[in-house]
């Protein structure tokens, strides 16, 4: 039996994927922002908060589909609020998407620009100098790697 004033389990759960949906949104947006202003050195700072946000998330949808009978149970305006957010949330996650998309595309470019002219560096130095000797090189190459992770 529930009073006036109680919320049902089924609303406070709502009201709490509500929350996180927000909150996960608003962080995936900063995320998208970061990697179109070619930024991505500030997105490690966000790593913790979105894996707890989305943890969040998981276990708050895990929470209400175990509760039986809560779509009956959840208040009209909370059921519309949180398909809104639902809603939101699935095209930041989309955007966010097709922007790291991008910026690993981008990287990989500039890898094989880069691998490219290391092998241009290298092929340029084969064989011999009028003189019958190993050209001067100039400098050392050396081998590279990138972190490809965002």
Do not use: C
Not at 3 to 13: G, L, Q, R
Not at 75 to 82: I, K, M, N
Not at 90 to 113: F, S
Not at 125 to 145: C, D, F, K, L, M
């Amino acid at each position: 039996m529930t009073f006036p004033h109680e919320e049902s389990k089924a609303d406070h759960s709502a009201r709490v994927l509500i929350t996180v949906a927000e909150r996960l949104t608003g962080l995936l947006r900063r995320e998208t922002s970061m990697l179109r202003s070619r930024r991505p050195q500030e997105i490690a700072a966000l790593g913790a908060e979105k894996e707890r946000l989305s943890r969040a998330w998981q276990a708050g949808l895990d929470g209400l589909r175990q509760q039986s009978g809560a779509a009956t149970e959840m208040s009209a305006e909370l059921r519309v609020a949180l398909h809104q957010e639902v809603a939101e949330l699935q095209h930041a996650a989309a955007e966010n998407d097709r922007a790291l998309r991008a910026a690993m595309k981008a990287t990989e470019r500039l890898l094989k620009v880069f691998a490219s002219a290391v092998a241009e560096n290298r092929a340029g130095a084969v064989g011999y100098a009028q003189n019958r000797r190993a050209p001067n090189r100039i400098g050392s190459t050396a081998g590279i790697a990138l972190d490809k992770r965002l």
